[in-house]
């Protein structure tokens, strides 16, 4: 199971991490890798990452914009589903209807897009300009948060 912390705009990640005894405590079991957006921690389970992920909660709050769990190859999914999935409150299913896109450029988000039911994130790529794209499934609250955060096109 892949984590994935997203910086805040400004924030070198990795090094801010690296620099805090606590932060390396938690970490000592882990390599973490440098990302132009954050960094990418592996552990053997979703109940390891959602355990590492609460061990660094105050680094998040403080310097992590979205932390993000690969749930299969380029697809991630948000902390609040991480959480469902694994007290099982929801069964894993293949497809998922409440997701989004993430484009990562220079180093941070560049933009979020909430999609369709049954779309695949080939129909977004023409609006999105990004160096990386991220799709991410999320909970229904989460994505229609989303919605109302992002200002509407003209």
């Given amino acids: 199971m892949d984590i994935v912390l997203i910086s805040r705009q400004g924030v070198d990640l990795y090094s801010t991490l690296v620099a805090s005894e606590t932060s390396r405590a938690a970490l000592k079991f882990y390599h973490p890798s440098r990302l132009s957006y954050g960094i990418l921690i592996t552990t053997a389970s979703l109940g390891s990452a959602i355990s590492l992920v609460s061990e660094l909660r105050w680094y998040i709050r403080r310097y992590v914009s979205d932390v993000l769990f690969e749930i299969s190859d380029n697809v991630y999914c948000t902390h609040a589903l991480a959480r469902e999935f694994y007290e099982r ?13 993430c484009g990562i450029r220079n180093g941070g988000v560049a933009c979020t897009l909430v999609m369709e039911p049954r779309s695949t994130p080939g129909n977004y790529l023409e609006r999105i300009e990004a160096d990386e794209v991220l799709e991410i499934w999320c909970t229904e609250e989460e994505c229609i948060e989303e919605v109302v955060s992002t200002p509407l096109e003209e």
């Fill in 89 to 101: 409150d929801i069964p894993f299913i293949k497809s998922w209807k409440f997701r989004r896109l």
